[in-house]
C-alpha cells in the first residue's frame, strides 16, 4: 500500500496557479456543493415549490457545515496552538482554511439571497404568500392577534437579563428575539424571547381581501397566507412586558458545535454515554452567529460577549433567518408546483405471490431505489418473522426514521420466537435521540440489540435471515448503499442487493459474529469490510489496472460515491492516471482530487449530478483487462469510512446486473448532459451541456421515464 504524501506539492501544469497543491480543500470543496443545489433552486426548469425545497436544503446544509466543518476547523486550530496538529491535507493551516472559508461565504450568502428574493415574489404570483405582519391586512391581524393570545404567549418565557437575571442558555440553531426595553424605574434593559421550535414556523393565516389577494389560480387553487412566527411575537412583545416600553426587537440565531466525538472508549456503558454527549452538545462552543441588519452594533457585541463568541463566524442575514423551515411549504396541496408524482416500480417477481425466499434462491436481484420499490425489503423482513422456517434475523440499523415498518416486523419476530439480533448505531449524526427510543423499544420486545462496536461507527447495511429448509440451514441477505428507511427510500438514490450466496451468507454470519460478539474476523470469502480490508483491496484493484494498462490493455475505472477525500486512494488514482489509465469518477459532493491537470490527473473526468433525488448510491467498476468487477457498498472515499467505520462493499457477482449498472446507471450518469457538472482543475464546476442539435440527457429522468413505461 503507497504510503500517505507528506507535504503537498505544487502542480506544474498550464492548469495550476501559484502554490496550487494537489487536493482541494474539504472544506471549500463542501461549499462549492452547497453551491451546486443552490443552483437548483435556481433553475425555472423545476417546479417551483421543488426549488423552495432545494432552498431549504442548502440552509440545512450550512447548518451543518458550521456545526461539523467548520468546527472541526476550529478544533483543529486549536490543536495547531497546542502542537498537536499540523497542517491539512491541501497544505493550508487550519486558520487559512477558516479565512478561505469565510472569504468564500460572502458572495454564496449574497446569492442565496437573492435566490430567495425572487422564489417568495414568485411564490406570491403563485397565490402562496409568505408575510410578515407589516404585510397584513385587517383581517389577517385580527386572526394573527387571536392566535398569538391563544396559541403562543402561554409558550413563550421571556427571560430578562439583569444582575439578578443571568444570560440565560442559547441553544443550537434556536432562533431568538432580543427585546431591548425601557423601565421607567430601572432605566433600559434588555431580555431574550426563544421562538418556540414546537410550534409552525410558518403560522397558516386566512386569505386576504384586497389589495394582496392572488389573482385568480389556475386549476382552482385557492392563494395561502403565512406569516413568519418571529414576526408575529416581535409585534406582539408588549404583551410580555406589560408597563414597560419596548424599544426594539431583533431576530438572532445560534450555531453550535456539532461535531463532539461521543467520548466512549473509558465508558461501560455506551447507551448513557450517548445520552451524556447529546446533554454536552447543547452547551458547545458558538460557531456561528447571524443576527438581522437592523440590530445595533452595541447589542450585537455584547451578545457575542454573552455567548463567548467572539471566534464566530458573525453574519449579518436579511429576514427570515434559518430558512431550512420552508421546508414545511413541501406539504401545500400544489400539485401544480411540484414535480409530477411517480409510483415505484415493483419487479413482477416480487407482486407473483411467490415465496420471497423462492425468489432469491433463483438467482440473485438488484433493486435501484428509488426508481424501484422498497417494499420488497419490507417484505423480506416481515415475511421473515411470520414464516415458521425461519430461525433468526440479523440486521445493522443507522438511520430507521419514524413509523418503521421494518423496526415493528423485527419485534413481531421476536414474539414469534425468532432469534433477532439488531446492532442499531447510536452514533449517528442528527439521528442518535431517533435511535436511542428505537433501541428501548426493540429491548422491550425481547430483541437483542447492540449498540455499536468501541472506537468505530457502524455504517453498514446488512440483514442475514437464517432458515431452515429441506437440504439443511439456508442464509438470505440483503445488502445496501443505503438506509433501512423506507421514506427516505423514495428520495434518495440507493441500490440493494438479495442474494442466497453461501459464500455471501457466510460472510455475514462472521460479519454480525464481528459486531455483536468478540470476532476478530480480518478475511472474508466476498464481501469486504471496513477498516479490515476494503482500503487494502481497493489499492489492489486501482493497482490492477495500472498492470492491465501497462501491459498494453485498456484500463478503466468508474466510481460512485458520496465523497472523495482520502489522500492515499486520490494519489494512488494520480498514479493511475499518469499510467494512462482512464478514470470516470462521479462524486455529488465533496472531491478533493483536482483533475484534468497534464501530467497529474488528466485522464481523471470529475462530475457531479444534483437533481430532484439525492445520489447516495456507491459503485465501483474496475474493467480488469475485460473480466470485469463491479462492487457496491456503504462507503464513501474518505479516511471515515475506510479507517474509522465499519462498512460493507459487496462483488455484484451475477453478469446480467453488473452490465445492468455499467451501463444503465454508471454509463447513464456520465452521459448526462441537463444535470451533471463536471469539476474544472480550479475546483470550480462547469454546466455538461448537449453537443449542437442533441437532446439533453437528465440521468434521473431518465430512469423515472423507464419506471412509468414500465
Excluded at 497544505?91 to 487559512?96: A, I, L
Excluded at 437464517?466 to 440483503?478: L, T
Excluded at 465501483?620 to 460493507?648: C, H, P, Q
Amino acid at each position: 500500500m503507497p504510503s500517505a504524501p507528506t507535504a503537498p506539492q505544487a502542480v506544474a501544469g498550464p492548469a495550476s496557479q501559484p502554490g496550487t497543491t494537489r487536493l482541494f480543500n474539504a472544506q471549500l470543496s463542501q461549499l462549492e456543493f452547497n453551491r451546486r443545489v443552490l443552483e437548483e433552486a435556481l433553475d425555472p426548469g423545476h417546479p417551483l415549490l421543488e426549488r423552495v425545497k432545494f432552498h431549504a436544503i442548502v440552509h440545512s446544509n450550512l447548518d451543518e457545515f458550521f456545526g461539523i466543518a467548520v468546527s472541526g476547523l476550529r478544533a483543529q486550530r486549536e490543536g495547531v496552538q497546542a502542537g498537536t496538529a499540523g497542517l491539512l491535507p491541501d497544505g493550508r493551516t487550519p486558520t487559512e482554511a477558516l479565512a478561505a472559508v469565510e472569504e468564500r461565504l460572502r458572495p454564496f450568502l449574497d446569492d442565496e439571497e437573492a435566490c430567495w428574493q425572487g422564489l417568495s415574489a414568485e411564490l406570491a404570483r403563485a397565490g402562496v404568500h409568505v408575510l410578515t405582519m407589516d404585510q397584513l391586512d385587517d383581517g389577517q391581524l385580527e386572526y394573527a392577534r387571536r392566535y398569538f393570545e391563544e396559541d403562543v404567549f402561554p409558550v413563550l418565557t421571556p427571560l430578562a437579563v439583569d444582575p439578578a437575571h443571568p444570560f440565560p442558555h442559547i441553544s443550537h440553531l434556536s432562533l431568538s428575539l432580543a427585546v431591548m426595553l425601557e423601565d421607567p424605574q430601572a432605566g433600559r434593559r434588555f431580555a431574550r424571547v426563544k421562538v418556540p421550535p414546537n410550534l409552525p414556523r410558518l403560522v397558516p393565516l386566512p386569505s386576504a381581501a384586497a389589495p394582496i389577494a392572488s389573482p385568480a389560480l389556475d386549476g382552482g387553487h385557492q392563494p395561502a397566507y403565512f406569516v413568519w412566527l418571529e414576526s408575529l411575537i416581535a409585534a406582539h412583545a408588549d404583551s410580555l412586558f406589560p408597563g414597560v416600553e419596548v424599544t426594539g426587537r431583533y431576530v438572532f440565531r445560534v450555531t453550535r458545535d456539532f461535531d463532539q466525538d461521543i467520548r466512549e472508549r473509558d465508558s461501560e456503558n455506551l447507551l448513557s454515554t450517548v445520552k451524556q454527549s447529546l446533554r454536552e452538545r447543547s452547551f458547545s462552543f458558538v460557531v456561528r452567529f447571524e443576527h438581522t441588519a437592523d440590530m445595533p452594533d452595541s447589542l450585537k457585541q455584547r451578545l457575542i460577549d454573552e455567548l463567548q463568541a467572539n471566534e464566530a463566524v458573525c453574519n449579518v442575514v436579511r429576514a427570515p433567518l434559518g430558512r431550512r423551515d420552508l421546508m414545511s411549504l413541501a406539504s401545500l396541496d400544489r400539485p401544480d408546483l411540484k414535480y409530477p408524482p411517480f409510483v415505484p416500480r415493483t419487479p413482477a417477481l416480487f407482486s407473483s405471490g411467490e415465496s420471497i425466499f423462492t425468489i432469491i434462491r433463483r438467482r440473485d436481484l438488484l433493486l435501484h431505489h428509488p426508481f424501484e420499490s422498497f417494499a420488497p425489503v419490507v417484505q423480506l423482513i416481515e415475511a421473515a418473522a411470520d414464516d415458521p422456517d425461519v430461525l433468526a434475523i440479523k440486521q445493522t440499523l443507522y438511520r430507521v426514521g419514524e413509523n418503521s415498518p421494518i423496526v415493528e416486523a423485527l419485534m413481531r419476530a421476536r414474539e414469534n420466537d425468532k432469534q433477532v439480533a439488531v446492532l442499531l448505531e447510536l452514533k449517528a449524526r442528527g439521528d442518535e435521540e431517533n435511535n436511542i427510543e428505537w433501541a428501548r423499544a426493540l429491548e422491550r420486545a425481547g430483541v437483542h440489540v447492540v449498540y455499536g462496536i468501541i472506537g468505530l461507527k457502524t455504517h453498514c447495511k446488512a440483514t442475514l435471515v437464517v432458515r431452515r429448509e429441506g437440504d439443511g440451514i439456508r442464509r438470505y441477505c440483503h445488502l445496501a448503499t443505503g438506509n433501512y428507511n423506507a421514506s427516505t427510500a423514495r428520495l434518495y438514490t440507493d441500490v440493494g442487493l438479495f442474494t442466497a450466496n453461501p459464500e455471501i451468507g457466510a460472510d455475514l454470519t462472521d460479519l454480525f459474529n464481528y459486531l455483536t460478539g468478540w470476532s476478530r474476523q480480518e478475511r472474508y470469502r466476498q464481501i469486504l469490510v471496513s477498516p479490515v480490508s476494503w482500503r487494502r483491496r481497493l489499492v489492489e484493484l486501482i493497482d490492477r489496472e495500472i498492470s492491465w494498462k501497462a501491459r498494453g490493455e485498456h484500463a478503466h475505472i468508474i466510481i460512485k460515491v458520496n465523497g472523495l477525500t482520502d489522500p492515499r486512494i486520490i494519489e494512488l488514482l494520480y498514479r493511475a492516471s499518469e499510467a494512462g489509465v482512464k478514470i470516470d469518477l462521479i462524486v455529488r459532493g465533496m472531491c478533493c482530487l483536482r483533475p484534468g491537470v497534464p501530467g497529474l490527473s488528466e485522464n481523471i473526468r470529475v462530475v457531479s449530478v444534483v437533481g430532484r433525488f439525492l445520489e447516495h448510491s456507491r459503485l465501483f467498476y474496475f474493467r480488469n483487462g475485460g473480466k470485469e468487477e463491479l462492487y457496491m457498498g456503504s462507503a464513501d472515499i474518505m479516511a471515515r469510512n475506510l479507517d474509522r467505520r465499519v462498512e460493507t462493499v459487496t462483488p455484484i457477482l451475477d453478469e446480467a446486473w453488473r452490465a445492468q449498472v455499467r451501463d444503465h446507471v454508471l454509463g447513464l450518469y456520465l452521459r448526462d448532459t441537463a444535470r451533471a457538472r463536471e469539476l474544472q482543475p480550479d475546483g470550480t464546476y462547469t454546466r455538461v451541456r448537449p453537443a449542437d442539435g442533441a437532446r439533453a440527457v437528465d440521468s434521473q429522468a431518465v430512469l423515472l421515464a423507464t419506471v412509468r413505461d414500465g
